[in-house]
């Protein structure tokens, strides 16, 4: 069943979860040329437009900001090619995608080998109630909420308010957590990432106010950067928080069956899934992440039962801001407003 709040989890096609693996691995193999190109047509515009803002700055402040904020749809973009190098899905050469992703890594404020470790937890654990807290959005369950005190509940309904999620929480996660291998911190090469990373992005900055002073920082830099990274965070949020998601306990979480019932198929407008290099086919990303975005598509081509299942627009999308907790009982996401009353 489909209500106005996302998709349902219930698929048309009978195959169990797991059988999808042996078919979506047909799928895994990157054409070179094609991720070249992909490549150029996402990192080229990127400089360019970067270049184009610069050189505004004599002209108009506002047309600089203009130009910044279209720019953030290629950083945006860029940062979903860093993501396939991180699942090695993006050149068959697994060294040559590391120190891609580390370069993009400075461009879009993230150290790579962190990230690639936490997002692999997240893949690992997606839907998991006994694993959660690495790389997802922290999400309680109606009974833990209802246990907690009036203080932390009032902190809990704080953190999931959308002014500080998609507000506050894109600065914050890009600009200060990122800066610290927070969660590894026990392992040099972590902080081997996190600070080669910060290093670049202060040499890059300094060479930026040495050449054009705080203008370029603060009408392109800043931005880009959040705008990017707020776009960032959405789609990250809406591809698990949806009503009829799915989790479980951990004796009867089941990776692949999580990962297809666990996220969503965003369905985009044509211009909105090219910048976002298709990671609105997440069911089929989770269920097998060494497929390159630009295959994803080819799959629903060929598979239709899984383009039907878990769809979301982009309308429906947008009552998932209201939904907080986790319902055991009822096995959805519900609002807190559906839940004072039992927590009373």
């Excluded at 308010?161 to 026990?186: D, K, Q, S, V, W």
């Excluded at 705080?214 to 880009?224: A, Q, W």
């Excluded at 910048?275 to 497929?291: D, E, M, P, Q, T």
């Amino acid at each position: 069943m489909t209500d106005s709040t996302g998709p349902s989890r219930a698929h048309p096609d009978t195959r169990a979860p797991r059988d999808w693996v042996r078919i979506l691995s047909e799928y895994r193999e990157p054409d070179q040329l094609r991720s070249v190109f992909e490549l150029i047509v996402s990192i080229v515009p990127f400089v360019l437009l970067w270049c184009l803002a610069w050189w505004s700055l004599s002209i108009s402040y506002w047309l600089t900001f203009a130009i910044s904020i279209l720019n953030a749809a290629f950083l945006l973009r860029l940062f979903a090619i860093q993501h396939d190098c991180g699942h090695g899905a993006f050149f068959k050469n697994r060294t040559f995608s590391d120190w891609l992703g580390r370069v993009l890594g400075v461009l879009t404020l993230t150290p790579y080998d962190v990230w690639r470790r936490t997002h692999s937890a997240h893949h690992s654990s997606s839907g998991n109630l006994g694993k959660r807290g690495i790389g997802d959005i922290h999400t309680l369950t109606v009974s833990e909420y209802c246990a907690l005190t009036p203080f932390h509940r009032l902190m809990y309904r704080l953190y999931r308010n959308p002014i500080i999620l998609f507000g506050l929480g894109p600065g914050y996660l890009f600009f200060l957590t990122n800066r610290l291998p927070f969660g590894l911190m026990a392992k040099a090469k972590y902080w081997i990432s996190a600070m080669g990373t910060n290093f670049a992005i202060l040499a890059g900055l300094t060479v930026i106010i040495f050449f054009g002073g705080l203008m370029p920082v603060l009408l392109i830099f800043l931005p880009s950067t959040l705008l990017a990274a707020t776009a960032g965070m959405w789609l990250f949020y809406v591809q698990h928080q949806f009503e009829h998601t799915q989790w479980d306990k951990d004796e009867h979480w089941q990776l692949h069956d999580a990962a297809l019932n666990g996220s969503s198929h965003y369905v985009l407008p044509s211009v909105l899934r090219w910048f976002s290099a298709n990671i609105g086919i997440h069911h089929v990303h989770h269920l097998y992440s060494r497929i390159p975005f630009y295959r994803l598509p080819e799959v629903l081509h060929d598979h239709t039962e899984l383009a039907d299942g878990n769809r979301m627009t982009v309308r429906q999308s947008l009552a998932n801001a209201r939904l907080h907790l986790w319902d055991e009982k009822s096995r959805r996401l519900v609002s807190f407003s559906q839940v004072e009353a039992l927590c009373c």
